[in-house]
């Protein structure tokens, strides 16, 4: 077998028994090994979010719950509480102004615009929420069957 005068390039493996940071002169402690069956599952379910179609449009009637402004609102969900894909439950939701042309609505600067950070949009969402729901109890107008 002919080998060639130039060394590999591959990086020397290491042991399995060595933690990747590990000092010269310290006895090397072996990995922690977790059977496939034990590993913890990381995804929880989640409870179905409760929708309400009449409730979705009266909160759409009403005025912007960040700007005040009257006319084509738009039901916006709270972030708080959902997954990828799943919107979260209706009674967390609030009001806020469509866009219009040549004026950005509040809807989409919450959203898509990126006008707060994650931290003020849930100060601001659980604000607007509590508020709406307050409104919506006080015109005697709470869905039947939903909790408080």
């Not at 590993?39 to 409870?47: E, F, G, N, T």
């Not at 042309?101 to 990126?114: E, I, R, S, V, Y």
Request: net charge positive.
């Amino acid at each position: 077998m002919i080998r060639s005068g130039f060394k590999s390039k591959a990086p020397q493996r290491r042991e399995a028994t060595q933690y990747l940071g590990s000092s010269p002169g310290v006895p090397a402690l072996p990995f922690p090994r977790v059977a496939a069956a034990v590993r913890p599952i990381l995804s929880l379910p989640k409870d179905a979010p409760r929708r309400n179609e009449a409730y979705r449009r009266l909160v759409a009637s009403f005025e912007c719950a960040h700007c005040g402004r009257a006319g084509p609102s738009q039901f916006a969900h709270s972030d708080e509480g959902k997954g990828m894909g799943i919107k979260s439950c209706d009674s967390r939701g609030f009001p806020l102004c469509a866009t219009q042309p040549g004026k950005p609505g509040c809807h989409d600067g919450f959203g898509t615009l990126g006008w707060f950070s994650r931290t003020q949009r849930r100060l601001l969402e659980g604000v607007y929420s509590q508020a709406t729901q307050i409104r919506v109890k006080a015109l005697g107008l709470w869905p039947k069957g939903w909790p408080l």
